[in-house]
């Protein structure tokens, strides 16, 4: 019955490979296999945005992208944006800003803020408000968390400016 | 080193949960996983109403994997019932659930079976082999829309009426100047928690134990319900609560699954797990709102208002769950608001349709009350030639006539009174704060296409709710803290605010301590998280507990340094004496800890209270509306954190805002719930509402507790309605556009400025 095959990739930098049946989820493999369960699922039909992570630098919805689809890909979930006692600069200002309550929808905003201010990290209040409405959070009202993300783009300004030098 | 103490309570302090959020690190109910964990998938019924003449599971229980199919018929000749948790009035009696459907279904989603797997995938491909044969019979979708019995003892569908009130209402009127009626409603919606609920049920056959992971809200309560449905003691069960993604009133009351999952795992002697997936969220968990009013006011042709009726029409759903009829009575209840209204007469009639039970969301009864009302006063003072503004500041309660009694209003309460509070410093001070008198010239005005429109919509609202918490704090061998309290935490950051309150009690840093909650193992007895009541019941019990510990420490200390008690002072973790003399905590409990426990108990609910207003736009070529400004200003006595306050008072003004454009359980008349997926029933996004504003104030700390707090998780909802349709009236008069039913969406203002349009041209 079951026809799990191998996929490999890589996870927050390290080399990960799954055996999963063909209809299994990016999310899911990623939760169940690797138990990264850091990436939540909420709608499992792509509108809520509380799955998604990073693919080759893009933010996808892992409920979305089939696990054999990944295959040589490089993903980066929230475990890999900061752990609880080093927290990175986007995760900081979260905190800072109270931008969650339950913690529930926060691995995908933080994923979707980190795909954009890698790319844009200049990106306005309007841009990030636009990015930011593909994802679904019940408790805050989004205004801490655009606040958070506004914030933290001087630090990606920074690691775009370290990285042109 | 500095004393800590008194710096943390009224500091917005980050929040001790968010390291473990942000780094993917929290633990909710589909991140557990245990050795020989089944799956399990839940067959619903696809029809709003019909008999069930047969069911076939053969074909799924011949798949690979599958385990288990169970049916009403598995679970016994008698079908457990969900209890009434609240409200238990007798009227509802028969009108409560069963876990699992056995010869009626009555709404799309009610359980049918519970298919059990090796896996979630399995589960959910058995499902679609189970054959059910039904008899359909025809749905109820209105009140009084059908002369289908739903139940064999109702003719009318009717659950329960009552009439409730005080003063005569029939006497104002009679002598009232002016009066007005209007008819008014709330559409069904629900509070939609990013995470959907979740269980996992384990049983140890030898130890005859069950542990169930991923209760939340009122676990002690659920842990009695289950035991009885169960036919086990209460002590072999444990409910354990662990992060929870959001309640807002749905989640943790308890549901079938609570009862099916254990049973399920019983049964298989097998850890089984239930993940609930966002369509059957929406047609399973407590819908609520879908209240509707006739509403009538009473008024001297000064805008003085003499009385007050109101007809409250709630539509209950397929059954009456855990809540009763909280929903309509608090509709009732918070008719009259904070308003000087001397003759008060309210009813009730609780109709039963074909659809999912409803239940409290955030602000139950407040939100619908405070919309009608609210309207009603917009309409009244405008017929009399009064500003809005003008005709509240002339009927709010004054301090000087408060604590102000409303008793009588909800037939199984007792007497209560709103407590403490300047409600017209609170309302000015909203005023001032959209600029009413700078803008209210901008009221219906045609300006680049678009007309303005400035709302006002006050309200009180209850909180607090007894009778009791429990806690307990011990002071562990390295020195650290450990709090327990019998409140739950669905990610409204009790944990931190629990925190802060223990920091300073004893004088400890904040990152020593550690907060536990909800679970059946911690305490003897909890009660839970409701009514806005854990910091006011909860935070008062961990403060009774911590000033315990305290005396402890102190007695301890004056043992250890040969001091009495009043030369000893508790500074940053140490104790000191006036000789120099200290010792650190760490080596006070070395040996062996130190424990307390605290209690509170209060039946005196506290009264929040507080005005909002709302500037916005209304394109009438389209029918879209933005909201320019908004700012709601509260009154929530103490607040622990500023910041969480404020934070669950935006996210609460945002919820509300999805109430009046967006949030919307549509039903055909069939009984088909249409929009059971989140492509199609819409939330509020980033993108919606950017401009928002809150201001906790506190002014008037709460007599009922030694905090001093008032419930404040609500406060940022229930006034949502009232403002922001008053604005969109303001914005549309010049149109003669009058509001009286939610949501407010495009389509549905474009059709009232038609239709408007369309009527002034035939009478012309």
């Known amino acids: 019955m079951t026809s799990a095959r191998p996929v490999h990739f890589t996870v927050n930098g390290a080399a990960a490979t799954v055996a999963v049946e063909p209809r299994t989820t990016l999310a899911d493999a990623l939760r169940n296999e690797l138990r990264l369960t850091g990436t939540h699922l909420g709608c499992e039909h792509g509108v809520c945005g509380a799955c998604t992570v990073i693919v080759d630098g893009a933010a996808v919805r892992g409920c979305l992208m089939l696990a054999a689809q990944a295959e040589g890909c490089e993903v980066t979930t929230v475990e890999g944006l900061g752990s609880a006692a080093h927290l990175g600069a986007l995760q900081l200002a979260f905190r800072k800003h109270h931008a969650l309550q339950c913690g529930f929808c926060t691995a995908g905003i933080l994923a979707t803020a980190h795909a954009l201010l890698t790319d844009e990290p200049q990106a306005d209040e309007d841009r990030i408000r636009e990015v930011i409405s593909g994802n679904l959070c019940r408790c805050t009202g989004y205004l801490p968390i655009i606040a958070a993300i506004m914030e933290a783009r001087i630090a990606y300004s920074d690691v775009q400016r370290e990285a042109a030098q | ?54 069911i076939d599971a053969s074909a799924a229980l011949a798949m690979p994997g599958i385990r288990s199919v169970i049916t009403a018929r598995d679970i016994g000749d008698v079908i457990p019932i969900i209890p009434l948790r609240l409200a238990p009035l007798p009227e509802f009696e028969p009108f409560r659930q069963p876990v699992i459907a056995r010869d009626k279904l009555r709404y799309v989603g ?308 709103y407590d403490t509070g300047d409600y017209v410093e609170v309302f000015e001070r909203a005023l001032k704060e959209i600029g009413w008198t700078e803008k209210r010239h901008l009221q219906g005005k045609l300006i680049d296409g678009v007309r303005h429109g400035i709302g006002l919509g006050c309200f009180v609202e209850s909180g607090g709710a007894g009778p009791k918490e429990n806690a307990a704090v011990t002071l562990e061998r390295d020195g650290s803290l450990t709090v327990v309290v019998g409140s739950s935490v669905l990610g409204q950051g009790l944990e931190t605010v629990l925190g802060q309150i223990a920091a300073d009690t004893l004088s400890l840093p904040f990152d020593r301590i550690r907060v536990l909650h909800g679970s059946t193992t911690l305490l003897d007895e909890g009660f839970g998280t409701y009514h806005s009541r854990a910091v006011v019941m909860g935070g008062s019990a961990v403060l009774d507990a911590a000033t315990r510990l305290r005396e402890k420490i102190l007695e301890r200390a004056s043992n250890h340094l040969g001091r009495p008690n009043s030369e000893l002072k508790i500074v940053n973790a140490n104790v000191i004496a006036d000789n120099g003399a200290s010792v650190s905590f760490a080596a006070l409990a070395t040996d062996s800890e130190l424990q307390a426990d605290g209690t509170f108990s209060n039946n005196v609910r506290t009264y929040s209270y507080g005005t909002h207003a709302a500037h916005v736009t209304v394109d009438p070529r389209t029918g879209a509306v933005k909201i320019l400004d908004y700012i709601a200003v509260e009154d929530v006595g103490r607040a622990i954190n500023p910041a969480i306050v404020h934070g669950q008072a935006i996210g609460a003004i945002v919820q509300g805002l999805g109430g009046v454009f967006l949030d919307h359980l549509i039903y055909d008349d069939q009984g088909q719930l249409l929009n059971a997926s989140l492509a199609d029933y819409l939330v509020p996004t980033a993108s919606d509402f950017p401009v928002l504003r809150a201001v906790t104030l506190e002014l008037r700390p709460s007599p009922s507790n030694p905090l001093g707090a008032k419930g404040a998780g609500e406060g940022g909802i229930v006034a949502v309605a009232a403002a922001t349709a008053n604005a969109v009236a303001a914005a549309l008069a010049p149109l003669h556009v009058e509001i009286h039913h939610l949501p407010l969406t495009p389509p549905r203002l474009w059709r009232l400025i038609k239709d408007a349009r369309e009527r002034r041209t035939n009478a012309a």
């Open chain 2, 1 to 54: 080193m500095s004393d800590v103490a008194k710096l943390l309570v009224g500091s917005a302090v980050e929040r001790m949960e968010d390291a473990r959020f942000l780094s993917g690190s929290g633990n909710f109910a589909d991140d557990l996983a245990v050795e020989g964990m089944l799956h399990a998938a839940i067959l619903r019924s696809p029809i709003a109403h019909a008999r069930i003449l047969a």
């Open chain 2, 110 to 417: 009610e359980p049918i079976a519970v298919v059990v797997a090796d896996s979630r995938a399995l589960a959910e491909d058995a499902l679609e082999t189970i054959g059910i044969e039904f008899e359909a019979l025809s749905a109820v979708t209105e009140r009084g829309a059908s002369a289908t019995p739903l139940f064999d003892f109702t003719e009318d569908n009717v659950a329960l009426r009552y009439d409730a009130g005080f003063g005569n209402a029939d006497k104002a009127f009679a002598s009232a100047d002016y009066v007005r009626t209007e008819r008014f409603s709330v559409q069904r919606h629900t509070a939609l928690p990013m995470e959907t609920r979740g269980l996992l049920a384990e049983w140890n056959s030898s130890a005859g134990r069950l542990v169930v992971t991923g209760a939340t809200k009122v676990t002690f309560y659920n842990r009695r319900a289950l035991a009885q449905m169960l036919g086990l003691r209460q002590e072999d069960i444990d409910l354990i609560e662990i992060d929870v993604g959001g309640g807002f009133g749905v989640r943790g009351e308890f549901y079938p699954e609570d009862f099916l999952i254990p049973f399920a795992a019983r049964k298989l002697a097998r850890p089984v797990k239930w993940i609930e997936d966002r369509r059957e969220h929406l047609m399973a968990i407590n819908h609520s709102r879908d209240v509707a009013c006739e509403l009538s006011l009473a008024c001297r042709s000064d805008g003085m208002i003499l009385g007050l009726r109101g007809r409250i029409f709630a539509d209950m759903g397929a059954y009456i769950r855990t809540n009763g009829g909280v929903v309509p009575a608090k509709a009732a209840q918070f008719l009259p608001g904070p308003y000087r209204i001397p003759h008060v007469s309210v009813s009730v009639e609780a109709f039963m349709t074909s659809k999912t039970p409803v239940g409290t969301y955030r602000g139950p009864g407040r939100f619908e009350a405070n919309f009608f009302r609210e309207r009603l006063i917009d309409m009244a003072a405008m017929d009399l030639g009064i500003d809005v503004a003008e005709f509240r500041r002339k009927n709010l309660i004054t301090e000087e006539e408060l604590p102000y009694p409303i008793d009588g209003l909800v037939p199984y309460e007792g007497p209560t009174s």
